[in-house]
């Protein structure tokens, strides 16, 4: 196995084991069985969790490229893709969580609250600028629209990192430290794609 492979699966692994455990912990009480690790409220735990790993999957993802020019390990780029959509699989786990078993379905409140609480309709949308993403992620998505196309409509990663920024702070109770700083690497990272990606020289051979 190669080590392009290994590198594949250990994100992979990483990246899947918090939903893993959500998903065991709420086996555990949907058989009568406590679940210490959800709390006092297991659905407002999941919620924020699935949120916070959502974020951290963009922040990963936006992070591969320049990991790879300052580690000169392009085999880290093999990963972007899945992480991105590992951002967009934990920010769909957070909204059905929200959806399904906060608002139990209910179409009318969680409409009340999307026009009441802008930080939840700031949310919606960096869900929905993040769905195109998703959809062409696949390379047969990118032939179809042409490399520079996709490049363009890759750019709205920018906005949802804006829209998920300001959902994760406002939405979190209290002054937190971990929103801001979710929000500063992400700024971070933003600028980092919008200054271009800086090359560094190539080494030479005696080097």
Do not use: C
């Not at 300001?166 to 794609?193: D, F």
């Amino acid at each position: 196995m190669s080590s392009r492979t290994l590198w594949k699966i250990g994100v992979f692994t990483f990246m899947a084991f918090p939903a893993v455990l959500l998903a065991y912990w709420w086996s555990l009480l949907l058989q009568g069985q406590p679940a210490p690790a959800l709390g006092v409220n297991p659905v407002q735990k999941t919620v924020l969790e699935s949120g916070v790993f959502s974020m951290r999957a963009l922040i990963f993802a936006l992070a591969v490229s320049p990991l790879a020019t300052l580690l000169r390990r392009p085999q880290i780029l093999s990963v972007r893709r899945m992480l991105g959509l590992f951002a967009f699989f934990y920010a769909s786990l957070h909204g059905l969580a929200y959806i399904g078993l906060d608002q139990l379905f209910s179409l009318t409140t969680l409409w009340e609250d999307l026009l009441k609480r802008w930080p939840i309709s700031v949310g919606m949308i960096g869900w929905l600028l993040l769905l195109p993403l998703a959809i062409t992620s696949t390379r047969g998505m990118i032939k179809r629209l042409g490399a520079k196309n996709w490049k363009r409509l890759h750019k709205l990663v920018f906005a949802v990192a804006v829209a998920a920024s300001i959902h994760n702070i406002l939405i979190t109770k209290g002054m937190q430290i971990e929103p801001l700083v979710h929000a500063s690497l992400l700024a971070l990272l933003v600028m980092y794609r919008v200054a271009g990606r800086p090359r560094f020289p190539k080494l030479s051979p005696a080097t």
